[in-house]
């Protein structure tokens, strides 16, 4: 089955750090580009970072940058995102999500269940 | 940054209507355009790409068109499962940006 699972929110103080991880199944991972797309609670979509296929290249909101980093290991099939300095204001449900290309087509047509990420004291 | 706007930001209509919601770039982009459902606390689905192409396995009622600024999306005849908000998403450039969303409820 194609799928996408994501892991690793949970509750952090502003200030802290939490890796997020996507694992893939059903389809050749290394072949396509992804991204991490958030939602906060009742909110709209808002795209966080994406990653071509074979890593090379990254790209980032500029409300992320500096602060979070996203990288894949082609090897175990899994997306990560490494975020830190996190604030209030990045309390979302994250979703990874697969582009349809390998390099950033920039649509996407798989998506993960999400993750939530709560940043509060 | 291309801001994306979409409108109305929420509607109600009959089943069998027809449904039309638009979406503005504020600068050019070509056709590269995407829209997504979301169905009440589901994930999104992409529902359409390049403006106009539609996703395999949805349904036909659903059609887009539009190119550079102006963008729409219609329902040909509304479904109780089409309950859902309805986001369109830029592609032309980095960042991607994604529209405020139009919620279609039925009346």
């Known amino acids: 089955e194609v799928q996408l699972l994501e892991s690793g929110g949970g509750l952090v103080q502003p200030g802290g750090s939490l890796r997020l991880s996507c694992a893939a199944s059903?389809?050749?991972?290394?072949?396509?580009?992804m991204s991490w797309v958030r939602q906060a609670p009742g909110k709209g979509l808002e795209w966080v970072s994406a990653i071509s296929g074979s890593g090379d290249s990254t790209y980032y909101a500029d409300s992320v940058k500096g602060r979070f980093t996203i990288s894949r290991d082609n090897s175990k099939n899994t997306l990560y995102l490494q975020m830190n300095s996190l604030r209030a204001e990045d309390t979302a449900i994250y979703y990874c999500a697969k582009d349809r290309g390998g390099w950033l087509v920039g649509y996407f047509d798989l998506w993960g269940r999400g993750t939530l990420v709560t940043v509060s004291s | 940054d291309i801001q994306m706007t979409q409108s109305p930001s929420s509607l109600s209509a009959s089943v069998g209507d027809r449904v039309t919601i638009t979406c503005r770039a504020s600068?050019?982009?070509?056709?590269?355009l995407a829209w997504y459902q979301q169905k009440p606390g589901k994930v999104p689905e992409l529902l359409i790409y390049?403006?106009?192409a539609l996703q395999s396995g949805v349904p036909s009622r659903f059609s887009g068109i539009g190119s550079g600024t102006d963008f729409t999306l219609t329902i040909s005849s509304l479904q109780p499962e089409d309950v859902a908000t309805y986001y369109c998403q830029n592609y032309n450039s980095v960042p991607l940006t994604f529209g405020g969303g139009t919620k279609v409820e039925i009346k």
């Open positions: 600068q050019g982009i070509s056709n590269y």
């Open positions: 059903g389809f050749t991972f290394s072949n396509y580009a």
């Open positions: 390049t403006a106009s």
